[in-house]
């Protein structure tokens, strides 16, 4: 309980200010996709101040977003407000209860899921697997770890296992792996297709 908290008060505090990975640009990686995809519902996994929840908006999505930091929240619906455009922020833990839906076309993570400890990420797993529905896509920017021991970033195995709980083809050319505006860690792009039959 008391690390959920410290992990809560982390983010909060850091969303006072401008924290490094909230940089209020879209990434090419998603515009590429918003422009060769038809609109549909969107899900923004720790979605921060709303960035790229906007940029769906923009381009059609009707979107909702989560994110563990109230007040990223809060700063992400008032973006969506002052540029007149619906959305829902909910502010709570992706890797608990919360409830966005279950019918998403898409669910996109740009540097929530690599944060997480093994535990979270079940949780988060068990989640995205009742949020994203069949025939849908799991866009996911991550740190790539350079080897097991470290806690921080993702690895070849947490793909694997994408695939295997979304019962999902994992789209290996749509992998880039390129170094992180932060500090130079290898990071990659992926995309993950959930098969009409998985259910």
Known sequence: MLKKFSTWLHYNLRYFGHPPWDTGISPPEL???????????????????????????FYGWKVVGVDLALVSVLK???????????????????????????????ALDIGCYHSLNLGERKGYQANLANWLKPGGCFLLYAHRKENDTEFHGISTADFEQFSKFLHCQWREDSIERRPDGGGGNPSCWALFVRKDNCK
Do not use: E, W
């Open 76 to 106: 992400a619906r008032s973006k969506l407000n002052q540029a007149s455009k619906r959305g829902h922020v909910i502010h709570g833990n992706v890797t608990a209860g919360v409830r966005p839906g279950t019918d998403f076309d898409l």
């Open 31 to 57: 515009i590429q996709y918003l422009q060769n995809t038809a609109p549909g519902k969107a899900l923004d996994i720790g979605c921060g101040t709303g960035t790229n929840l906007l940029t769906m908006a």
